[in-house]
């Protein structure tokens, strides 16, 4: 095995110039001179925007990050070099359901209705989609949804999802509600609009999906639209209990780089590694070819393109599942953009949250941000290095189905607070204590719990204060936090 040490990329500086802020305005100037001659010469008074969504994807996996030394992912790379990647972004709710409804709708899951897995999006909630149509878009979706209630008496359930569960992607649909229960790596079924089914078989469910979104983006499109392209791998097949990459994938990287945060742990990674491996570089080549059709099409110029993922994922190291903790291999996901505003061929170093996402959006493309919507803009920080000095570079963490917890994390410190009941189904307590603490300048891999120590004290006594400013703005009551007395 490898054993590359690489932590000094987390200590690396930001390009320092700054880039034109008029790109926008530059890319309408040059598409209304090319008005009336199909897709390429449409009028572009606003931006596209795809968003290209994994699940469970590693912020390491991605090798422009420079991390890790067997990950083959040349088209995200290239998407880093002439994008802006945020290399510090981290989801507000690890796990699947709650960081899509956090994705679309700018509020924390506790708002969105969708606080754990199997509940329904609130249907009076601004979306991203339902703001753009307002706007005059298309609001287009292809892939895995998870936002339907699971009860089929309510409308749910794994398969199709009814028009009013959908948040506002109204115009193109192929999806399925629960993508791992409704499909399998090499056969399975989605539905369309009017809830018809749609199979395939012998195909790789990634370039299955990609052919779906492929076909949207060969039509014409009268319209300004937002697709939104939502993949299940890496993440495990459910009933498999396993990741499944492509055939062979799995023996190309057999003896490939463990992540120095998994190695020191037990966990289920040296069996899952291969295939994980397999099936980022299966979303890494459906990445290139959508951007290619992009390209083909005469849509990239002014079309805003977003890779990302929902959570990470710690193999069994630090619970009994994937996800569903506070640690950077559950938290640190990918987040990388290119397009008008986001042309910047630059790494931005402040924590911004999939929270923001949404409000960022709709800010590059010239929409209003509904005042329902608690994440911020974090377009200005691109361009502007005295807002990005600025930026408060923390964000609120909600912890569902593994326990009830919060935490906070910021550029020095993840500081995390658990209901010390050990109860699960409820989506927030007003009674926690103090769980976890770790330094992220001098253990970014997190090797060490620093709750309970007294020399610590003091910093716990802030992250406490701000972590409790940062549940009140999310909406929750003040709760208490009783502090850690005995270093575990």
Known sequence: MSNVNRRNFLLGTAAAAAAAEASVVAAMAHAEAHAGQGNEARAKKQPNIVI?????????????????????????????????????????????????????????????????????????????????????????????WHMAPASVAEGGGPGAVRPEHRGGFLDFWEAANELEHTTHPYEGTIWDRDGNPITYKDEYRVDFITDRAVRFLRQKQEKPFLLMISQLEPHQQNDLGRMVGPKGSAERFIDAFVPVDLRSFPGDWHKQLPDYYGSCESIDASVGRVRRVLDEEGLSENTIFVFMSDHACHFMTRN??????????????????????FDSARQIQEIVGIVDIAPTLLDAAGVPVPASMKGKSFLPIVHNAKVRAEWPSRQLIQISESMTGRAIRTKDWTYCIADPTGERDQPTSTNYHEYQLYDQRNDPHELVNLAGRKEYRAVARELSAQLKELMAAAGEAEPEIVPAKLYP
């Not at 009994?320 to 505003?341: A, D, I």
Request: charged letters at 15%; glycine letters at 10%; aromatic letters at 10%.
């Open 320 to 341: 009994q599942e994937y996800k569903r903790s506070t640690h950077n291999s559950s938290l640190r996901v990918p987040f990388l953009v290119e397009g008008p505003g």
């Open 52 to 144: 290209y969504h994994s699940d469970q994807f590693r912020w390491d996996f991605v090798g422009a990050n420079g991390l890790n030394s067997s990950t083959h992912t040349p088209n995200l790379d290239a998407l880093a070099a002439s994008g802006t990647n945020f290399t510090h972004t981290v989801t507000n709710q690890p796990v699947c359901a709650p960081s899509r409804s956090v994705t679309i709708t700018g509020c924390y899951a506790t708002e969105t209705g969708v606080w754990r897995n199997g509940l329904g999006l609130r249907q009076d909630l601004p979306t991203l989609a339902t703001e753009l149509r307002k706007a005059g878009y298309t609001a287009n979706y292809v892939g895995k």
